[in-house]
């Protein structure tokens, strides 16, 4: 098949739940494409739809996880409003992708630049390969990384990301780890086993559970801390109504395992609509 017919995203799926969204476009190193940011689009709201999905591992095919946007494809459309629309796009993925209510984890190897590191940078998690290396290097085209630093910010610590913004220079994924922009580095061999590990460690939990902390973070990591402490409440006091979190508490006093089944998580997360 030509690179052209190939799709941009390739959809796979396990009997846990579990979503894999591979980028597909190895030959331009998995560019965010108007194609491919619309095919992502679509991946992520076809997610939010399906309740029995419980974790999303956004991969990618070839050498590199992500260069960033294509910029072939935008300097051959000079245009304000153009750019507009396209940055619009684009952050209305990354949204949709934080949005969800299930966490999505990136598995990165390879290169992640630009808008791609903000695609790590937007994923609830990441695991990386020790080969990976991160930068936001469009200052060193004189395009700084405006929309890449939303993300990064809300990751690395200031001055982290500003010297990662201002020069333009890559980490590698140790750094990265030591940053906060992922969270576990493995050897290439083992980065499928680490990134399962971690899905393991989720999909074991309430899913009513899980989507209802992921909203939560997000409302309260934004807002100040007195409102935080209000959103945070509310989260919980919602939450402890929830019938797996009832089932979690008493099995806890009561010295057993939680007796949770999927058909009563997602029998819950319809009532707590």
């Not at 507009?84 to 999505?104: I, Y």
């Not at 590191?117 to 080969?131: E, R, Y």
């Amino acid at each position: 098949m030509s690179e052209e017919l190939k799709p941009h995203v390739l959809h796979a799926r396990d009997s846990r739940g579990v979503v894999t969204l591979t980028l597909n476009r190895a030959h331009s190193y998995n560019a965010l494409s108007e194609a491919m940011l619309h095919a992502l689009q679509a991946a992520f709201d076809a997610v939010a739809a399906d309740e029995s999905a419980r974790v999303v591992v956004l991969a990618a095919a070839g050498k590199a996880f992500c260069a960033g946007h294509d910029l072939h494809e935008m300097r051959s459309k000079p245009s304000i409003a153009y750019y507009e629309a396209l940055f619009k796009q684009c952050s209305r993925m990354m949204l949709t992708m934080q949005r969800l209510p299930v966490p999505v984890i990136a598995r990165v190897h390879g290169l992640a630049t630009a808008a791609g590191c903000q695609l790590v940078a937007s994923c609830d998690l990441a695991v990386a390969s020790t080969t990976a290396r991160f930068a936001v290097s469009g200052v060193n085209l004189g395009l700084f990384c405006s929309t890449p630093s939303v993300a990064l910010a809300r990751n690395v610590p200031r001055k982290q990301a500003m010297e990662m913004l201002l020069t333009g220079d890559f980490i590698d994924a140790k750094q990265a780890c030591e940053h906060g922009l992922v969270n576990r580095v493995a050897e290439p061999e083992r980065l499928d086993a680490e990134v399962d590990a971690l899905v393991q460690r989720i999909v074991g939990k309430p899913r009513v559970a899980v989507a209802l902390g992921k909203q939560q973070f997000y409302r309260q990591i934004e807002a100040g801390v007195e409102q935080a402490y209000a959103i945070a409440g509310q989260a919980m006091a919602c939450n402890m109504m929830d019938e797996a979190a009832l089932e979690g508490v008493q099995a806890f006093i009561d010295k057993r395992p939680p007796s949770w089944t999927r058909d009563a998580e997602q029998t819950s997360s319809t009532q707590n609509e």
